[in-house]
């Protein structure tokens, strides 16, 4: 460069442009105590541990148990699986999670010919009591807490699989602990859409839902078989104060339902109290929302519904940061990103999460980026010391100020749909699901208008040449996506001609004879029956779908094999 | 650029093809096109080829808007899409599609006369102008 050419220096970016948080909460350029006039440390906050949990469900918090260290893991066959566990254990996981392939998702098998192409491709194949031998071959149940992301009506198989699973390798089950994703209401909204697409029948899926519940409580005392997924909510486009506000208005609907049923509120809420979330990029937003979600669900519990046990006004929160957070461009940015959403997950006092992973853009994860994600649990909790202290931003006039102004938010919501008749019919009227879809096109309105930045993607972008090179997984080429998934097809077509025919289809017409939800009988023994019998998760599906009047098939390409 | 064709407005069928379930960007793009004056009809998540070439010849659209998100086997329903069109003699409506599409596909899709290929971080009035201009080429034809 010479004479008077001179690099131009952008003038744009002098100052931090946000005058508000990403839900829309105004933000003041600095906070005194005025900001938090009223504030009451008893009444407010209070110590870790003590009501209403502001701070932290644990007195010692960190310093006691650290939160569940999980990696996102969802991986060709059992096999595949069982070897990425071992390789996450021998570094340190202390949780683990699946992620299930689209097919079983929706509890169709891989010879459906919907299904061509998907088996094991983006997440694991599950399909019969097999898969579970292969997915858990070495590996303790009792001693590692196991998570999953089925989060349709296909959840209850999977457990009833996972109960087998772990009785037949000789595991106490009172020791099992983890969670599902069991909850209807929120599939309704997130995993098809109540008024377009009847995959999920809602009658069945609650149904089904309340039956692995009550199972869970008798059999599995340790494991939270309700967890509802407000990540869900987040990553089709509601800001953190929807998220929150959606999915206790959801919960209190479980709430009324149990309440109507004879159960006293403190027989069931410490179950059912364990909510996923997003953890995004607006750092003391998502802080404020954890502390602020915690408080509120305490308040709910005790003043609204007088439970008295501390268990029912304790509401753990897990976090799967935020694919939606992460850029294509740039990948090696996105592990800033996870990082900074990992430690508002410390900062909020979170009881588990999972870093997502830098390659979340192109891929599930590869062992590349599931070892990052790793370690960055281990950064955090061992090296960084930001463990060692409790809710270490507390106090801070301006986080107390948006933690309140967080609740009060949250609260606004809850009583909107209180007023709308509750949160079931506030989605059957098109209500919720319109309140998200106005909240992302916002969103993407305001990034069209750089009013929202993200590195990469709408400013400082940089030609592809001259990204930072990390090395990144992939999808399979097409021809190889087809193979695996055809290699699945067969092996599962195999199972189907070489079991005991006989067997299935009886124990499959005895799940039939009770499954019709008139009967109000819990089907999940028959289930561990017919998984015994090696029916498969479409099969079981697909009869307890026509012992309700539906058709065996949701997308009616196939009939029922045994008829 | 007009919204309108002879005397009706722009009618586009937006779909996600196969089994894939991330709809936010679509759901987005269809309630910017429905701004804009555009007539769109949503078929939602969990169609085959069949299905979405069916319900747009019954919907008399102008373009057909499929987005795809998850791994590799928007290389079998795009062109699939394509290829039942003109079978059924509707190759005149314009298909165009978004989400993660790999570099190395993009050739053989533009040789298909597919188009768009927007991606995370497009802006959406340059895909909403897309399709309007799309479907005003389709007038022309």
Known sequence: MSGKEKTEISRRFEGCPYTETSAGIPLKSFYTPDDVGDFDYQRDVRDPGEYPYTRGLFRDMYRGKLWARRVFTGIGSGTDTNKRYKFLIDRGATGLFLFPDQPSMLGIDPDHPIAEGYSGVSGTSWVCLKDMYEIFDGISLEEISFSTNFSTMATPVFYSGLVACARDLGFDLAKISGSMINEPIYMSVCVYDIN??????????????????????????????????????????ANAIQEIGFQLSIMLEYVELLLKRGFKIDEFAPRMNVIGCACDMDFFEEVAKFRAARRVWAKLMKDR?????????????????????????????????????????????????????????????????????????????????????????????????????????????????????????????????????????????ELDKKERIVVGLNEFVVPKEEEVPIELGRDRPLEEQMETSQRRTEEIKELKKTRNIQK??????????????????????????????????????????????????PFEMIENPFK | MGVEIMDRKIRVLAALPGIDSHDKGMVVICNALREAGVEVIYLGKFNMPEKIVRSAIEEDVDVIALSYLS??????????????????????????????????????????????????????KDIVNHIIERANSRKKD
């Open chain 1, 196 to 237: 377009e697409q009847p995959v999920d029948p809602f009658d069945i899926a609650t149904k089904l839902s309340t039956d692995a519940i009550e199972y869970s409580i008798k059999n599995t005392p340790k494991w939270h078989p309700l967890a509802p997924n407000p990540y869900g909510f987040h990553e089709k486009g």
């Open chain 2, 71 to 124: 791994d590799h086997l928007y290389m079998v329903f795009f062109p699939k899409v394509v290829e039942l069109l003109k079978q059924n003699k509707a190759d005149d409506i314009c298909v165009v599609v978004g989400g993660r599409i790999a570099d190395e596909h993009l050739n053989e899709l533009k040789a298909r006369g597919i188009s768009g290929f927007f991606t995370q971080g497009a802006p959406l």
């Open chain 1, 305 to 445: 519904f007088g439970a008295k046990d501390p268990r029912s006004w304790r509401l753990y929160i897990s976090v799967h940061t935020s694919g939606h957070s992460l850029t294509v461009a740039q990948p090696v940015n996105n592990i800033v990103r996870i990082t900074m959403e990992s430690l508002a997950c410390v900062f909020g006092g979170l009881q588990s999460f999972d870093p997502a992973g830098y390659e979340e853009g192109y891929c599930t994860l590869t062992k590349n980026s599931a070892l990052t994600s790793m370690n960055i649990h281990h950064i955090l909790g061992y090296e960084s010391r930001v463990a060692a202290v409790a809710d270490p931003l507390a106090g801070s006039y301006f986080v107390e100020s948006l933690t309140n102004e967080m609740e009060k938010r949250i609260f606004d919501i809850i009583n909107k749909i209180d007023g709308l008749g509750g949160a079931i019919k506030a989605i059957e009227s098109g209500w919720l699901r319109n309140e998200i879809d106005k909240e992302a096109l916002r969103e993407q309105s």
């Open chain 1, 504 to 553: 299935t289809k009886d124990l499959l017409e005895k799940l039939y004879n009770v499954a019709g939800k008139d009967k109000q009988i819990n089907t999940i023994p028959y289930i561990i029956d017919s998984l015994r019998a090696d029916a498969t998760l479409g099969e079981i599906m697909g009869v307890i779908r026509e012992a309700n009047g539906y058709s065996y098939d």
